[in-house]
């Protein structure tokens, strides 16, 4: 006869998060009722966030960062919906989140409250309250293989509920394998010997260590330029490197003149290809073979591929260097223009450039000066550029305090424009809360906003720079201070549009 336990739903599903890891908890103040729900316990840490896609993308920012599920609790209806477009950049950015969603009692409900929309890699409403711990615990398998947001629907009362006292139905570890056998190889390798001029692409999920020293020793093997894809969410080779060629343009003109001198591109670590705006034609020109690796399943289905391998980017890479045959390469030729007259965003992005430590992480939000940051600021080490993978806005300044938190080591630069730092201005409060030591960089050519004052109004301090020699003095001040500060600091910087 089994014994019953006489713990209750909260109570179970608080244990199975303590066994998991899961004891960091990003919440707004009213999920699911309180800062502290009733019955959480003090050795659950609860990082609030004073809007919800600040909470989401503060949590995206410690999973990116810690290649693990982070757990969120969002309120019913409208805590979702100011999630809806924070939870979009976690699935593009393939960042595994629990979500908790808190709606009201199950006596208060006849038909469903929301729909989750395409977001979640999974959504589930336990049938039971007694059925919420193995729910949890599945959320944590799924988010982990989806790579992005798994969604569990809590009714309030469900947490007062007894638990069953049976454990959970899931497995308490899945082991996924990495490897990737010869054969699986053999069409990629005769393609790319073949090749008169091969390229290779690499993105976000080439973002690893691992998959760093295979895509090197992949291209040094072949000779081969290296392109970032298009998207930029996150490097997935070092853009230091003599063989790195640059991001790819986003549209099919641009994109096909960049991939006209290949006749074969294998993309590891992303879909092909991503393009925004819509362009008429191919992605690539008359000739020219794709193919792709990706341990992401969608990636692939959606790519415009002749070979499509499911893999692991970095044993696959590895793999291939070995494989394929060796040729010469020659670096590629690589401009980096001077930023002009004036004091414009490249100013900013070189002088960070010139004092940045190789192992920081910089997080992008400045649409209009992207290209500049992508040719000035490369990034040296793996999780050295984290970008929103959509171009929503609102990610940057949140996922910066998130991947500081989870990184504490490691300097975290967010470069942020002052129109796209408005839709995320709640983290600072957050950062200022918790003692997370960011420095946010806004680029402001918009007057009428002074985002040095909403920063303080928060509790952050701010410096407002104007010119270039107060620029130079701030920055020799503040950045050899990054790894070791507590306290988040924004520099709000007049730049020339």
């Known amino acids: 006869m089994l014994n019953r336990s006489p713990r209750g739903v909260r109570e179970e599903v608080v244990a199975l998060l303590r066994e998991t890891g899961l004891t960091t908890v990003f919440a707004n103040g009213a999920a699911p009722g309180a800062a502290r729900p009733p019955g959480w316990p003090e050795d659950l840490r609860f990082v609030l966030a004073l809007h919800e896609g600040a909470v989401v993308g503060m949590a995206t920012g410690w999973a990116i960062a810690r290649d693990a599920p982070a757990l969120v609790l969002l309120h019913a209806t409208a805590g979702l919906g100011n999630a809806a477009g924070a939870l979009a950049i976690a699935r593009v950015s393939r960042a595994p989140l629990v979500v908790l969603v808190s709606r009201p009692g199950r006596r208060h409900l006849v038909d469903e409250p929301f729909l989750p929309g395409e977001h979640a890699v999974w959504v589930t409403t336990p049938a039971r309250a007694q059925d919420v711990p193995s729910a949890v615990a599945r959320a944590r398998h799924e988010a982990v293989t989806g790579r992005?947001?798994?969604?569990?629907?809590?009714?309030?009362?469900?947490?007062?509920?007894?638990?069953?006292?049976?454990?959970?139905?899931?497995?308490?570890?899945?082991?996924?394998?990495?490897?990737?056998?010869?054969?699986?190889?053999?069409?990629?390798?005769?393609?790319?010997?073949?090749?008169?001029?091969?390229?290779?692409?690499?993105?976000?999920?080439?973002?690893?260590?691992?998959?760093?020293?295979?895509?090197?020793?992949?291209?040094?093997?072949?000779?081969?330029?290296?392109?970032?894809?298009?998207?930029?969410?996150?490097?997935?080779?070092?853009?230091?490197?003599?063989?790195?060629?640059?991001?790819?343009?986003?549209?099919?003109?641009?994109?096909?003149?960049?991939?006209?001198?290949?006749?074969?591109?294998?993309?590891?670590?992303?879909?092909?290809?991503?393009?925004?705006?819509?362009?008429?034609?191919?992605?690539?020109?008359?000739?020219?073979?794709?193919?792709?690796?990706?341990?992401?399943?969608?990636?692939?289905?959606?790519?415009?591929?002749?070979?499509?391998?499911?893999?692991?980017?970095?044993v696959a890479a590895r793999r291939l260097a070995e494989l394929v045959r060796p040729r010469d390469s020659r670096p590629v030729d690589r401009v980096v223009?001077?930023?002009?007259?004036?004091?414009?965003?490249?100013?900013?992005?070189?002088?960070?450039?010139?004092?940045?430590?190789?192992?920081?992480?910089?997080?992008e939000e400045t649409p209009s000066s992207r290209p500049d940051l992508h040719r000035l600021l490369p990034a040296r080490r793996p999780l050295g550029l984290v970008s929103a993978a959509t171009g929503g806005p609102g990610f940057a300044l949140p996922a910066a305090a998130g991947l500081r938190m989870a990184l504490p080591a490691r300097p975290v630069v967010a470069v942020v424009g002052d129109r796209s730092a408005m839709y995320g201005v709640q983290a600072l409060w957050s950062a200022a809360h918790y003692g997370v030591g960011a420095l946010f960089v806004v680029l402001s050519n918009f007057p009428d906003i002074s985002l040095a004052g909403l920063a303080r109004a928060q509790g952050c301090d701010a410096i407002e720079i104007t010119d270039r020699a107060t620029l130079v003095d701030t920055l020799d001040g503040v950045i050899p201070t990054l790894t070791e500060r507590s306290e988040p600091l924004l520099l709000d910087i007049a730049v020339t549009p």
Request: with cysteine; aromatic share 6%; net charge negative.
């Open 337 to 363: 223009p001077e930023p002009g007259e004036g004091f414009r965003a490249a100013h900013v992005l070189a002088a960070l450039a010139e004092r940045l430590p190789p192992e920081t992480v910089v997080v």
């Open 148 to 314: 992005g947001p798994a969604l569990v629907v809590v009714p309030e009362d469900d947490w007062d509920a007894p638990g069953s006292g049976l454990g959970v139905s899931a497995p308490k570890q899945i082991v996924r394998t990495r490897a990737v056998g010869d054969g699986e190889l053999a069409p990629l390798a005769r393609l790319l010997d073949g090749a008169r001029s091969p390229a290779l692409v690499a993105g976000a999920g080439a973002d690893s260590p691992a998959a760093w020293a295979g895509l090197v020793a992949l291209a040094e093997r072949l000779g081969s330029p290296v392109f970032q894809d298009s998207s930029g969410a996150r490097a997935g080779f070092p853009q230091d490197h003599r063989l790195f060629a640059g991001v790819l343009p986003a549209d099919r003109p641009a994109l096909r003149r960049a991939l006209g001198g290949h006749d074969v591109v294998l993309v590891v670590g992303a879909a092909a290809f991503c393009q925004h705006p819509y362009r008429e034609g191919p992605f690539a020109q008359p000739g020219t073979t794709v193919a792709v690796v990706s341990d992401d399943a969608a990636e692939l289905h959606r790519s415009w591929a002749e070979v499509a391998l499911r893999a692991d980017p970095g």
